[in-house]
């Protein structure tokens, strides 16, 4: 089975804590350090091919990341793109509106930062935000939520149908998980810079926010913008899923550099 397949969300999505934990792409004997030299062979990869994608302007990626706090938004960027030529790379943190933006459709800030030709742009948070935050705080009710996703499919598809290729992950992490790593940052005075008291009230809506994926997940998952659901209990495994789904992806573009000019040739450097 390819990577790809093995992580594509289900049609009927049950989200669990347990499924947060998995390996399926563990080394024999479940190898830490062996994984994570792998993650570094596909991270070199996703960058050897993001130099032929700079070159050759003919491709856009677009990944989306999406999960709760702490579930490794940051980390997968770091790990997984974090060898790339800065010069071919975005990472957009979408955070809560400014005063313009909210003057504007809620796609409005996300469509100004979408990849052109050559580009990968990651999107730690995205669109997803308007279906999720403000469905579980009632913000918006079950019939505006509806017409959003019926918005952001064809939003998705547009970007698709105009050479966009798109990848959306779900960093499934499981709420004891979650527990501890808001623990830790709490305990070592040198992360509380990460720490955000809001998220211990986000986490109180814990369930509410699970249905809201699993819902949100089902009604926009797509042919040409698929949903993945990442188990990201363990750093090293989330990585090395992404990293793997996107080394597929881009090795089935057929990258290939510009063809050379023959006129350079007969150039001599004095």
Same mark, same amino acid.
């Given at each position: 089975m390819k990577v790809c397949e093995l992580f594509r969300a289900k049609k009927?999505?049950? $989200?669990?804590?347990? +499924?947060?934990? &998995? #390996?399926?792409?563990?080394?024999?004997?479940?190898?830490?350090?062996? =994984?994570? @030299?792998?993650?570094?062979?596909?991270?070199?990869?996703?960058?050897?091919y993001q130099d032929v994608l700079y070159a050759a302007r003919q491709h856009k990626l677009l990944?989306? $990341?999406?999960?709760? +706090?702490?579930? &490794? #938004?940051?980390?997968?960027?770091r790990g997984v793109f974090g060898q790339i =030529?800065? @010069?071919g790379i975005r990472s957009v943190a979408f955070r809560?509106?400014?005063?313009?933006?909210?003057?504007?459709?809620?796609?409005?800030?996300?469509?100004q930062q979408v990849p052109g030709q050559g580009e990968i742009v990651i999107f730690n948070r995205s669109h997803y935000?308007?279906?999720?935050?403000t469905r579980v705080h009632g913000w918006i009710d079950d019939k505006e939520c509806r017409r959003r996703y019926a918005q952001i499919r064809d939003f998705e598809r547009m970007l698709a149908e105009?050479?966009?290729?798109?990848?959306?992950?779900?960093?499934?992490?499981?709420?004891?998980?979650?527990?501890?790593?808001?623990?830790a940052r709490i305990d070592d005075p040198e992360k509380h810079w990460k720490f955000d008291p809001q998220d211990l009230a986000e986490r109180q809506h814990w369930a509410d926010y699970q249905q809201?994926?699993?819902?949100?997940?089902?009604?926009?998952?797509?042919?040409?913008?698929?949903?993945?659901?990442i188990p990201a209990d363990s750093k090293t495994q989330r990585n090395l899923a992404i990293a793997s789904i996107v080394v597929e992806v881009l090795d089935k573009m057929r990258l290939r550099y510009p063809p050379a000019n023959p006129d350079y040739a007969k150039l001599m450097v004095e």
């Open positions: 009927k999505l049950d $989200l669990h804590d347990d +499924d947060a934990a &998995g #390996k399926p792409l563990a080394s024999a004997g479940n190898d830490k350090s062996d =994984d994570k @030299l792998r993650v570094l062979e596909l991270a070199g990869r996703i960058a050897g990944v989306v $990341l999406q999960g709760m +706090d702490t579930s &490794g #938004k940051d980390g997968t960027v =030529d800065p @010069l809560a509106p400014t005063q313009n933006e909210r003057e504007h459709d809620y796609l409005w800030r996300v469509h935000e308007d279906v999720l935050i105009s050479g966009t290729v798109l990848l959306k992950f779900f960093l499934h992490i499981s709420k004891q998980e979650q527990k501890q790593r808001l623990q809201a994926y699993q819902q949100a997940i089902q009604e926009t998952d797509t042919d040409h913008a698929p949903w993945y659901v």
